[in-house]
Every structure is written in structure tokens, then in C-alpha cells.
Nanobody
Framework: VQLQASGGGLVQAGGSLTLSCAAS????????MGWLRQAPGKEREFVAV????????YYQASVKDRFTISGDGTKNTVHLQMNSLRPEDTAVYYC?????????????????WGQGTLVTVSS
């Protein structure tokens, strides 16, 4: 099973992008799905997660009022609406999933991720 992210690209600061992710190549049950990102020269970091149980959502503090996560647990799809983008949001964004029932509010809520999509925000 692969998680395929799409929707990345080049955008000016203040602009918007929507990332999407879908599972392909088989079926699996996820407890939650979300996004990680890795900026050049930095470690991979958590961005957002949505739990299929109760619909709880958590965001990294720097994106909380600008990004919106949504998805469908029955289809294993997740989206990330990104508004008011900043140059510091430039990174490769990875779609990720929790397949083992991790705590959604832990620093490391995912145990599976796919290929990334590059988001570049110009100043």
C-alpha cells in the first residue's frame, strides 16, 4: 500500500495550496491520517492530523490558524488546505497514517508515510 501525495507547487507568500493524499495498491485500516513536512536542512516535523474516531484534529502551532485538515477514513484520503502561506512553509510535505492506534496528540502520531510533494513559497 502506498500513500500518494499531490498538489504541491510554487506559490507566492500569502497564497494558498491544497494538498491531497490517497492510499493505493491495496487496503488498510488507519486510525488517523495527516501530514508531516521536512524543510531543507531540517528534520521532519509534524504538521496536522485528523482522527477517524471522533474527528479530532491537531495542528502544529505555527500552522493552526492557517491550515485546515480534512479527510475520509472510509476511503483513506486526507487533504490539507493551506492559506496565508509563508516562505518558512517551504518543505516537502508527506502524507502519513497511523496504522497501530497511536495517541493522536503525541509528538509522533504516525507510523507509516509515503512519497512527498514539494511546496515552495516565494517571498
Amino acid at each position: 500500500v502506498q500513500l500518494q501525495a499531490s498538489g504541491g507547487g510554487l506559490v507566492q507568500a500569502g497564497g494558498s495550496l491544497t494538498l491531497s493524499c490517497a492510499a493505493s495498491g491495496g487496503t488498510f485500516r488507519s486510525y488517523s491520517m495527516g501530514w508531516l513536512r521536512q524543510a531543507p536542512g531540517k528534520e521532519r516535523e509534524f504538521v496536522a492530523v485528523v482522527s477517524w474516531s471522533g474527528g479530532r484534529k491537531y495542528y502544529q502551532a505555527s500552522v493552526k490558524d492557517r491550515f485546515t485538515i480534512s479527510g475520509d477514513g472510509t476511503k483513506n484520503t486526507v487533504h490539507l488546505q493551506m492559506n496565508s502561506l509563508r516562505p518558512e512553509d517551504t518543505a516537502v510535505y508527506y502524507c502519513a497514517a497511523d496504522l497501530s492506534g497511536r495517541s493522536i496528540d503525541s509528538p509522533d502520531p504516525f507510523d507509516y508515510w509515503g512519497q512527498g510533494t514539494l511546496v515552495t513559497v516565494s517571498s
